[in-house]
């Protein structure tokens, strides 16, 4: 069975994909989202980190000492934000 949520970045190097149920859904409008995603807002599920499965040359970048920022190094998608408080 296809997972819940599946995607990836814009050369296809990285995939990434989940049965987990989102915890919630929204967007982000602060400066660092704004900033990291070159965007207005950053619109994300939130779902358990272990509950995902995760291909690819993926980098992670720190835009502040609680949250970590993940993307493609082949190609420079934003993918992921991950919380050191998970919430
Ligand atoms: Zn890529
Ligand atoms: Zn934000």
């Not at 704004?34 to 950053?42: E, H, I, S, V, W």
């Not at 994300?44 to 690819?56: N, T």
Request: charged share 15%; aromatic share 6%; proline share 5%.
């Amino acid at each position: 069975m296809a997972a819940a949520i599946t995607g990836g970045c814009l050369c296809g190097a990285c995939r990434y994909a989940t049965d987990a149920a989102p915890i919630n859904i929204r967007a982000c409008h602060c400066r660092l989202c704004q900033k990291a995603t070159g965007a207005p807002l950053y619109a994300r599920v939130l779902v358990p980190l272990d509950a995902v499965r995760i291909e690819g040359p993926v980098g992670w970048h720190h835009s502040s000492a609680a949250l970590r920022r993940g993307f493609c190094t082949a190609c420079g998608t934003t993918l992921f934000s991950e919380r050191a408080s998970a919430m």
